[in-house]
C-alpha cells in the first residue's frame, strides 16, 4: 500500500498535468517533493522506533497517508496538490524505517525473508501503474486518489492488532555496528535511489506517449505496461535473496544489481521504441535485485538498539536524497527528450557500483546482529 501510493501521482500525470496546466518539469519537482520528505521523514521515524516501538509509527503511517491521499483528491489547486502530496510523502516516510526494524526484530536476518519482504513492495511498486491508471481512465484522477486512500484507512485498522515485541526484548539482543560498511551502502543508496524515482516517475508516461496520443488510452496503457515490467522485479529480488543465502556476499549481489541494469538504462534512451517493454523488463530484474541485500546489509551493520535509526539514515539517502531523480529525469525531458532522461539514468548509477565496489573488497562482516526475538 506504501508503494501504491507513492507511485500513484506518475501512473495519473497526464491527467493530472491537463487539469492543472503542469508541464513534466513542474510535477517532476513535485515528485521531489514527496519524495524528498518520504525520504528526510524517515530520519525522526528511525529515532522513533528505537525509543517508542513500531506498532505506533505504523497506524500515524498508514491513516495519515490516507487522510493525505483524501487531500490530494480534494485540491482546488495545484499548490494545494503539492501540500497535500508532502503530507502524504511525509506520512509514507515512516513505514520503512518501522516496517523493516520490525522485520529485523521478529524474523531471522536471511536473504528470503527480505526478499519476501521486498516482493510484496514490489507487487505494490508494479500495481500502482495499472491500478492507479485504470481508475483515472475509469473514473477521472481524483476518483482514483480517493478510492485508495478508503483502502489506506480500512488497511490502518488491520494494523491495530499488529504483534510487536517490547522494547526491552529488542535491547536483549546482541550485535554491534560497523560503520564504515555502512557509510558506503549509504552512498550506493543515494544514486540507486535517484534511478529509482527517475525511471518510476517518467516510465508510465513513456510509454503512454510512444504508443498512442490518447491521454485516457495512454493513462491506462502505460499503466498496465509499467506494471508489467516491474512485475519482473519480482523474479530479481528472489533470485537475490536466494544467491544470498547460497553463500553469495550481499554487497557483491547489490553490485551485480547495480551494475547490470546501467545496459538497459542506457538502451531504453537510445532504443526505447517497440523494445521498450523487454528493455524496462530487463531493468526491472535487475534493478530490484539490490533491494533485499540492501535491507540485509543494514540489519549486519547496526546494532539492534539502534536498529531503526540504521534504517531512517538507509530510506533517507535511498528516498530522501535519491528524490532529486524526478526532478533530473524531468529537467532532462524538457531539455532533450523524455527517452534521454533514462540515459542519464545510467550515469547516475555509475557512482553506487563505485561505493559498491569498495565494499566488496572490504573484509565480510560477520552477521552477529541477526538474533531476533521469535513470535
Given at each position: 500500500?506504501?508503494?501504491?501510493?507513492?507511485?500513484?501521482?506518475?501512473?495519473?500525470?497526464?491527467?493530472?498535468?491537463?487539469?492543472?496546466?503542469?508541464?513534466?518539469?513542474?510535477?517532476?519537482?513535485?515528485?521531489?517533493?514527496?519524495?524528498?520528505?518520504?525520504?528526510?521523514?524517515?530520519?525522526?521515524?528511525?529515532?522513533?522506533?528505537?525509543?517508542?516501538?513500531?506498532?505506533?509509527?505504523?497506524?500515524?503511517?498508514?491513516?495519515?497517508?490516507?487522510?493525505?491521499?483524501?487531500?490530494?483528491?480534494?485540491?482546488?489547486?495545484?499548490?494545494?496538490?503539492?501540500?497535500?502530496?508532502?503530507?502524504?510523502?511525509?506520512?509514507?516516510?515512516?513505514?520503512h524505517p518501522a516496517g523493516t526494524a520490525l522485520i529485523t526484530h521478529s524474523m531471522p536476518n536471511s536473504g528470503k525473508v527480505f526478499a519476501l519482504h521486498g516482493m510484496a513492495g514490489n507487487i505494490g511498486v508494479s500495481c500502482a501503474s495499472v491500478l492507479a491508471g485504470s481508475l483515472g481512465a475509469l473514473f477521472g484522477w481524483r476518483w482514483a486518489i480517493g478510492l485508495l486512500a478508503i483502502a489506506g484507512a480500512l488497511l490502518g485498522m488491520r494494523a491495530l492488532t499488529l504483534p510487536s515485541p517490547s522494547l526491552q526484548e529488542i535491547k536483549n539482543q546482541r550485535g554491534g555496528g560497523r560503520w564504515l560498511h555502512l557509510a558506503l551502502l549509504l552512498t550506493a543508496a543515494?544514486?540507486?535511489?535517484?534511478?529509482?524515482?527517475?525511471?518510476?516517475?517518467?516510465?508510465?508516461?513513456?510509454?503512454?506517449?510512444?504508443?498512442?496520443?490518447?491521454?485516457?488510452?495512454?493513462?491506462?496503457?502505460?499503466?498496465?505496461?509499467?506494471?508489467?515490467?516491474?512485475?519482473?522485479?519480482?523474479?530479481?529480488?528472489?533470485?537475490?535473496?536466494?544467491?544470498?543465502?547460497?553463500?553469495?556476499?550481499?554487497?557483491?549481489?547489490?553490485?551485480?544489481?547495480?551494475?547490470?541494469?546501467?545496459?538497459?538504462?542506457?538502451?531504453?534512451?537510445?532504443?526505447?521504441?517497440?523494445?521498450?517493454?523487454?528493455?524496462?523488463?530487463?531493468?526491472?530484474?535487475?534493478?530490484?535485485?539490490?533491494?533485499?541485500?540492501?535491507?540485509?546489509?543494514?540489519?549486519?551493520?547496526?546494532?539492534?538498539?539502534?536498529?531503526?535509526?540504521?534504517?531512517?539514515?538507509?530510506?533517507?539517502?535511498?528516498?530522501?536524497?535519491?528524490?532529486?531523480?524526478?526532478?533530473?529525469?524531468?529537467?532532462?525531458?524538457?531539455?532533450?527528450?523524455?527517452?534521454?532522461?533514462?540515459?542519464?539514468?545510467?550515469?547516475?548509477?555509475?557512482?553506487?557500483?563505485?561505493?559498491?565496489?569498495?565494499?566488496?573488497?572490504?573484509?565480510?562482516?560477520?552477521?552477529?546482529?541477526?538474533?531476533?526475538?521469535?513470535?
Amino acid at each position: 500500500m506504501i508503494h501504491v501510493y507513492e507511485l500513484c501521482v506518475p501512473a495519473l500525470l497526464i491527467l493530472i498535468e491537463a487539469e492543472f496546466g503542469a508541464g513534466d518539469f513542474g510535477m517532476g519537482r513535485i515528485v521531489t517533493l514527496y519524495g524528498l520528505l518520504f525520504g528526510l521523514g524517515a530520519l525522526p521515524a528511525g529515532y522513533l522506533v528505537d525509543r517508542i516501538g513500531s506498532k505506533r509509527l505504523l497506524l500515524v503511517c498508514l491513516w495519515g497517508g490516507a487522510l493525505s491521499m483524501l487531500g490530494m483528491a480534494l485540491s482546488p489547486s495545484l499548490f494545494w496538490f503539492a501540500a497535500c502530496a508532502a503530507a502524504m510523502g511525509l506520512s509514507l516516510s515512516i513505514y520503512h524505517p518501522a516496517g523493516t526494524a520490525l522485520i529485523t526484530h521478529s524474523m531471522p536476518n536471511s536473504g528470503k525473508v527480505f526478499a519476501l519482504h521486498g516482493m510484496a513492495g514490489n507487487i505494490g511498486v508494479s500495481c500502482a501503474s495499472v491500478l492507479a491508471g485504470s481508475l483515472g481512465a475509469l473514473f477521472g484522477w481524483r476518483w482514483a486518489i480517493g478510492l485508495l486512500a478508503i483502502a489506506g484507512a480500512l488497511l490502518g485498522m488491520r494494523a491495530l492488532t499488529l504483534p510487536s515485541p517490547s522494547l526491552q526484548e529488542i535491547k536483549n539482543q546482541r550485535g554491534g555496528g560497523r560503520w564504515l560498511h555502512l557509510a558506503l551502502l549509504l552512498t550506493a543508496a543515494v544514486f540507486m535511489g535517484m534511478v529509482y524515482r527517475g525511471v518510476t516517475t517518467f516510465l508510465p508516461k513513456f510509454f503512454a506517449v510512444t504508443y498512442t496520443d490518447n491521454a485516457s488510452l495512454g493513462t491506462a496503457l502505460g499503466g498496465a505496461m509499467t506494471t508489467i515490467a516491474l512485475l519482473v522485479g519480482l523474479v530479481g529480488m528472489y533470485t537475490a535473496g536466494k544467491l544470498a543465502d547460497s553463500g553469495l556476499r550481499p554487497p557483491l549481489v547489490f553490485l551485480m544489481g547495480a551494475l547490470f541494469q546501467i545496459p538497459f538504462l542506457l538502451a531504453i534512451g537510445f532504443f526505447g521504441g517497440v523494445a521498450l517493454l523487454p528493455l524496462a523488463m530487463g531493468l526491472a530484474f535487475f534493478h530490484f535485485f539490490t533491494q533485499p541485500v540492501g535491507n540485509q546489509m543494514v540489519a549486519e551493520f547496526t546494532p539492534p538498539r539502534l536498529r531503526g535509526l540504521g534504517y531512517g539514515l538507509y530510506f533517507f539517502m535511498a528516498f530522501g536524497a535519491g528524490s532529486f531523480g524526478a526532478s533530473i529525469g524531468g529537467w532532462v525531458s524538457e531539455h532533450d527528450s523524455l527517452a534521454y532522461s533514462f540515459a542519464a539514468m545510467a550515469g547516475i548509477a555509475l557512482p553506487a557500483v563505485i561505493a559498491i565496489t569498495v565494499l566488496v573488497m572490504m573484509k565480510a562482516p560477520r552477521a552477529e546482529s541477526a538474533g531476533a526475538v521469535r513470535q
